[in-house]
């Protein structure tokens, strides 16, 4: 419903991601994300001990903004410790469980980390790891930071080095007006740009940014933590144990938000872009039409224990392309049925990189999923990987590789 996903969010049941609705067919929205878009996995030296040195998180209370810091003097000294299993797929091990992780280039996707968080995107920045992670018990983010350090060197270490204050280009209290507000239907695309939707960038924060969108039909707090060097996943209380999700991405002074809507059965792609329209990037046409094909390895857990292991066939397709703006449809096919998402492309030097939201149906489970991807520059490679949630501990891991089809 229209109201529901006001500020294209995407809704979700809180307490912790609860879903009402269940889905019938596999629903996805990517955003593409600047990394190396090479299609190649570059292996990341991550196998040891790694020490839990800084804990962020931010949420809102009672309309106002919650943000809380920790450092390695206030937190008990965690160790977590990796082990490459596979190519770009390692297993973590922390507080006696097991989460596996899958790598592109030097981010990982797993699920919650404990019992405190949800889907987490880990980022290798130097010599730290950064988990960023939704809150599992409500509408919030958290960061978490953790280094090669031994015991007593962990007390010196000084997170803010890791996650450097920044502006990310926005400044506090600033106002930025959307050019594009479209919702996509199967009977075509509204354009709500005349309910004057605007963003307006409450605080930031290290890794963690809160910002209100409004418009005449919208007031919605979010909250966002960084995954990327341009990218934010953002959370958002709609109404009483509803919660709307946003990809975010920005860059040239421009916010790029997207999501989707499913609650009624029918797909509904949302975009709504602040800022300077004059940098706005376009969709390029040479993708439509082009299918990959692969295959993928994924790991089912749940609360901390791997339960099995898949593999399969897999491919994927790029229908149609918006070149108005830079929004795709795409097609994902599997044994289980085709499936859809949207994209928003942002091209690179290198190639490009996709983040990937969805909601499907798996034996009667509803499972909310996250991916992060890469192309290659010259179109032919394709590299995914992500996690999936039922709501219930239970996690779906995946990797996935895809060659354009000959």
Known sequence: MTEQIDGAGKLRKASPFVVAIAAVVLVLFASFIVYNGNGGQQEMDLDGDWHLIAYAEGYYE??????????????????????????GIYSMHLDDKEYICVANNNTMMTGGVDEFTSTSVLTKIGEAIVVSSFLSDEAGVASTILERQDSEDRLQAESRDVLAEESYGLN???????????????DGIVDHLSENRSLTINRIEPGILFYNSHGDQTDLDFVAVRISPNDWMAISNYDYGTWLIDMVHIEDGVVYTASYDNTNGDIELWQVCYGDESKAVKAPSNLSGKRYEGT????????????????????????RVDSSTNVMEVTLYTLEGDSYMGAMLFPNGSGYSFYMESVYDNSG?????YYIGTISKDLKK?????????????YMIFKNIFKLAE
Request: charged share 25%; no cysteine.
């Open 365 to 369: 489970e509803t499972f909310w999923g």
């Open 382 to 394: 394709i590299n995914l990987v992500g996690t999936a949630d039922n709501a219930d501990g239970t």
């Open 172 to 186: 506090e209290g600033g106002v930025y007006e959307a050019f594009i507000a479209n919702q996509y239907t199967k």
């Open 296 to 319: 993928f390895n994924a790991y089912v857990e749940e609360n901390g224990e791997v339960l099995r292991s898949m593999d399969g066939e897999v491919a994927i397709s790029f229908d």
């Open 62 to 87: 009672d309309g106002n903004i919650v943000y809380e810091e920790y450092g390695p003097k206030d937190l008990p000294d965690k160790v977590a410790t990796f082990e490459t299993i596979g190519d």
